[in-house]
């Protein structure tokens, strides 16, 4: 019997078993939350929460708490409102059976001093620091978006910002960006790496490791982000993890077809506290050692995660979080062959990010949040090429990243407030790598090398960012960030600017601007010790957009942008070649490079139009369209395009919830095809290697890309405990997208391969 076939009748079977009828008793839930003044982190005393729709509401105490009890279970939206502050709401608020649902809010200062309150926007979330180029996302709405399965990366895929090249991949390619320039944060905790099977040196893989049920929002940045970052160059993805129910144990297990696992949490210290607790493993090889699954080998991949929160008072909190994650694969000649694979082997790494984080509030004139972290990655890898079934890479490294951020929110006046803080890094990696001879992409014979080295150093950075009220209706951010590495012992000073003009309480015009640099991947810097000397990456951005609310719960957003990037490493061998393209379509910076050369530049320029729609009742969407350019300059003074110009992308997202059990979403997206370089086919089969017409560098394109997903959701409610049962199909029009053209060795030709084909991924939630 067919695995996914099994698997799927199984969960279908327990859909059908417990059903209302079965031990059911649809009950009422709880909602309780706590408000927060947004620039100060103290508690909105008095405020006011409604359910829309209904009659229940209630109002913040003294620590800013509220509870709403005897919720008939479904979906809700909170209104609250709070003189003097802007009205906000909160949709997606999902009651259940016997169950608290937490809600988090803070509120923001009316900007403008009207008359009559208007609430405009309320559903969208925005921070202070950055008005341009960011996306806020909320736990449900990345919880269902269809084609993600919890993915926080795929999630974004929707954006116009970001280049669709390969489903395979959640590597984020930003506005002409490349999958090295992104940073991620956790509860102020800095994460290199989010994703099981990490690509080394980037931020990519084809696997998320962040458990959805931890997630409280995100804020993801694509461009013009404030002072208060640094050493990345194209987007910041910002990350809130929930607290613990600290009013009683919740459980939840979780099987699906990728699957299976268990969120944990309850009170801590009495209520001081809160845990939550996620152990998770995928099972795909033992369905294939159960069942008759030809040669394949599936990934084996689990990962553990917690936070920990503690109160030392009402206004002092520590929170300790750990992420780690634990890989396997070992795909054999066969599978290789059967997958069309160009190398085989054994990888085996081991990732865990750990850290505490100290939030204080220090009354009126702000917060601060401080931690420590300790991220470490290590590899053991063993790559085998399949045409010659001979040793290519042999990869034993071991990564550590110790460090410090400090980050202080203060208010100097009612018109004035201050960003500052400082950064520390201790950088520690140690490789052990051997690279056989290959022929490179250009058809030369590279001898074998080894990189035995250990490389240390330390990074800081300090950073400031004003925010000031010039008028009523203009609001600016001027920031100043330095930055020093003792590896390269280059030094920065980057400044940033950005701004909001309020036409209307409707109708805004946005822009920033600003210089951002980042160094280059130590792999790549411990393969010489000449290239400590090159300069390090560099960025300029310009951003411009209006933004304006159709309505309360729909905006519309039209921004244009320029990035200018210099100092790019240059392989003089290969001075068509755009290195930091490499870790896409080839091996990374696995090979050694000497001699490199920091002569390179490239450039994106786009149009991006979004209209995004909230769930205000049982209707959400989001329509998005970019059109853009990205290009680059090598070592013969050359303009091409890079590897991710797609050019054109239209991408439409959205959902239907007819009543509180049913929830139906899709997700289509239509790309222009990206640039490819074509083989020497002449020079390819008397080598039997793939050699790339230097003449035709990224000179051809593939087919335009479009895929479908869709997704359906059903909830059911039962006395204490409920179960969400969900089937999500990918391409589900199953589109042959072409991912590359590569050589075949064993067969001595060209040939295709491709994205996913319809791919079903299904599976079970259920709370207890």
Same mark, same amino acid.
């Given at each position: 019997m067919n695995a996914r076939v099994l698997i799927f009748s199984i969960l279908f079977s327990i859909t059908v078993f417990i059903q209302p009828g079965f031990g059911s008793d649809i009950t009422k839930g709880k909602?309780?939350?706590?408000?927060?003044?947004?620039?100060?982190?103290?508690?909105?005393?008095?405020?006011?929460?409604?359910?829309?729709?209904?009659?229940?509401?209630?109002?913040?105490?003294?620590?800013?708490?509220?509870?709403?009890?005897?919720?008939?279970?479904?979906? $809700?939206?909170?209104?609250?409102? $709070?003189?003097?502050?802007?009205?906000?709401?909160?949709?997606?608020?999902?009651?259940?059976s016997e169950r608290f649902t937490f809600v988090?809010?803070?509120?923001?200062?009316?900007?403008?001093?009207?008359?009559?309150?208007?609430?405009?926007?309320?559903?969208?979330?925005?921070?202070?620091?950055?008005?341009?180029?960011?996306?806020?996302?909320?736990?449900?709405?990345?919880?269902?978006?269809?084609?993600?399965?919890?993915?926080?990366?795929?999630?974004?895929?929707?954006?116009?910002?970001?280049?669709?090249?390969? !489903?395979?991949?959640?590597?984020l390619i930003v506005r002409g960006g490349s999958p090295i320039?992104?940073?991620?944060?956790?509860?102020?905790?800095?994460?290199?790496?989010?994703?099981?099977?990490?690509?080394?040196?980037?931020?990519?893989?084809?696997?998320?490791?962040?458990?959805?049920?931890?997630?409280?929002?995100?804020?993801?940045?694509?461009?013009?982000?404030?002072?208060?970052?640094?050493?990345?160059?194209?987007?910041?993805?910002?990350?809130?993890?929930?607290?613990?129910?600290?009013?009683?144990?919740?459980?939840?297990?979780?099987?699906n077809f990728a699957g299976f696992g268990g969120v944990f949490e309850g009170p801590f210290f009495g209520d001081s506290g809160s845990y939550l607790i996620s152990v998770r493993r995928s099972f795909l090889d033992l369905l294939v050692k159960t069942f008759d699954a030809g040669t394949s080998v599936a990934p084996v991949y689990g990962d553990v995660q917690w936070k920990l929160a503690f109160d030392l008072s009402s206004r002092h909190q520590l929170s300790f979080l750990g992420i780690w994650g634990d890989d396997h694969n070992s795909p054999d000649y066969d599978t290789a062959v059967e997958n069309d694979m160009?190398?085989?082997?054994?990888?085996?790494?081991?990732?865990?990010?750990?850290?505490?984080?100290?939030?204080?509030?220090?009354?009126?004139?702000? $917060?601060?949040?401080?931690?420590?972290?300790?991220?470490?990655?290590?590899?053991?890898?063993?790559?085998?090429?399949?045409?010659?079934?001979?040793?290519?890479?042999?990869?034993?490294?071991?990564?550590?990243?110790?460090?410090?951020?400090?980050?202080?929110?203060?208010?100097l006046s009612k018109k004035v407030g201050l960003e500052i803080g400082l950064e520390a890094k201790h950088l520690i990696s140690d490789y052990d790598n051997f690279y056989a001879q290959y022929t490179d992409a250009l058809g030369e014979i590279i001898p074998e090398s080894t990189l035995d080295k250990k490389i240390t150093g330390n990074k800081f950075g300090a950073f400031a960012n004003f925010e000031f009220e010039l008028l009523p209706a203009l609001t600016t951010n001027f920031g100043v960030r330095t930055d020093y590495s003792s590896?390269?012992?280059?030094?920065?000073?980057?400044?940033?600017?950005?701004?909001?003009?309020?036409?209307?309480?409707?109708?805004?015009?946005?822009?920033?601007?600003?210089?951002?640099?980042?160094?280059?991947?130590?792999?790549?810097?411990?393969?010489?010790?000449?290239?400590?000397?090159?300069?390090?990456?560099?960025?300029?951005?310009?951003?411009?957009?209006?933004?304006?609310?159709?309505?309360? !719960?729909?905006?519309?957003?039209?921004?244009?942008?320029?990035?200018?990037?210099?100092?790019?490493?240059?392989?003089?061998?290969?001075?068509?070649?755009?290195?930091?393209?490499?870790?896409?379509?080839?091996?990374?910076?696995?090979?050694?490079?000497?001699?490199?050369?920091?002569?390179?530049?490239a450039s994106a320029k786009g149009l991006e139009v979004i209209l995004q729609k909230k769930l205000a009742k049982n209707f959400y969407g989001l329509v998005s369209a970019a059109y853009f350019r990205t290009k680059y300059t090598g070592g013969d003074g050359i303009e091409r395009n890079r590897v991710?110009?797609?050019?054109?992308?239209?991408?439409?997202?959205?959902?239907?919830?007819?009543?509180?059990?049913?929830?139906?979403?899709?997700?289509?997206?239509?790309?222009?095809?990206?640039?490819?370089?074509?083989?020497?086919l002449n020079a390819s089969q008397a080598i039997n290697r793939g050699v790339l017409d230097e003449s035709s560098i990224n000179g051809e394109r593939l087919p335009a890309y479009h895929s479908m997903n869709i997704r359906f959701d059903r909830r059911f409610y039962y006395r204490g405990s409920n179960l969400v049962f969900y089937l999500?199909?990918?391409?589900?029009?199953?589109?042959?997208?072409?991912?590359?053209?590569?050589w075949n060795q064993v067969e001595n030709k060209q040939d295709r391969l491709n994205q996913w084909t319809m791919l079903p991924i299904f599976g079970l939630e259920y709370e207890f």
């Open positions: 909602i309780k939350g706590r408000l927060l003044d947004a620039e100060t982190k103290l508690p909105l005393i008095g405020a006011n929460v409604l359910i829309a729709g209904t009659q229940l509401g209630a109002a913040s105490d003294t620590e800013g708490n509220f509870l709403i009890k005897s919720i008939p279970v479904g979906n $809700y939206s909170l209104k609250i409102s $709070y003189i003097g502050y802007e009205t906000k709401i909160k949709p997606d608020v999902i009651v259940r988090e809010a803070e509120l923001k200062t009316l900007a403008l001093e009207l008359d009559q309150v208007v609430v405009t926007g309320g559903y969208f979330t925005e921070t202070d620091e950055q008005v341009s180029s960011i996306t806020n996302f909320s736990y449900e709405e990345i919880r269902r978006a269809p084609g993600t399965a919890g993915d926080i990366s795929r999630v974004v895929f929707s954006l116009p910002s970001l280049a669709k090249v390969n !489903d395979q991949s959640n590597g320039e992104n940073a991620f944060f956790v509860d102020n905790i800095e994460i290199p790496n989010i994703n099981h099977f990490p690509t080394q040196g980037t931020s990519s893989g084809p696997i998320g490791m962040l458990n959805v049920d931890f997630i409280r929002d995100v804020n993801f940045s694509t461009g013009g982000f404030s002072a208060i970052y640094g050493d990345k160059l194209s987007s910041v993805m910002n990350i809130k993890f929930r607290e613990g129910n600290r009013e009683e144990f919740d459980g939840q297990i979780d099987l160009l190398v085989y082997g054994n990888q085996d790494i081991n990732e865990n990010t750990t850290g505490l984080n100290w939030r204080a509030v220090w009354g009126k004139i702000g $917060y601060s949040n401080t931690s420590v972290s300790h991220t470490s990655t290590r590899f053991d890898e063993n790559f085998i090429e399949t045409g010659s079934r001979e040793l290519l890479i042999k990869n034993r490294s071991t990564e550590h990243n110790f460090k410090f951020r400090n980050l202080n929110n203060l208010i590896i390269t012992e280059n030094t920065h000073i980057a400044p940033r600017f950005g701004f909001e003009y309020r036409f209307t309480e409707r109708t805004s015009l946005v822009g920033a601007t600003g210089l951002y640099h980042q160094s280059l991947p130590l792999l790549l810097l411990a393969q010489n010790s000449a290239n400590k000397n090159l300069k390090d990456l560099q960025a300029r951005h310009y951003v411009l957009g209006i933004h304006h609310f159709l309505s309360d !719960d729909t905006k519309l957003s039209l921004e244009v942008y320029q990035k200018d990037y210099e100092n790019f490493p240059i392989d003089p061998s290969q001075p068509s070649l755009f290195l930091m393209d490499e870790l896409f379509y080839r091996y990374g910076f696995f090979f050694n490079h000497e001699n490199l050369t920091d002569s390179g530049q991710f110009d797609n050019r054109f992308i239209f991408s439409l997202e959205g959902g239907y919830k007819p009543n509180i059990k049913w929830e139906f979403s899709m997700r289509w997206i239509y790309a222009g095809g990206t640039p490819f370089t074509p083989f020497d999500s199909v990918w391409n589900a029009y199953n589109r042959e997208n072409v991912a590359s053209y590569f």
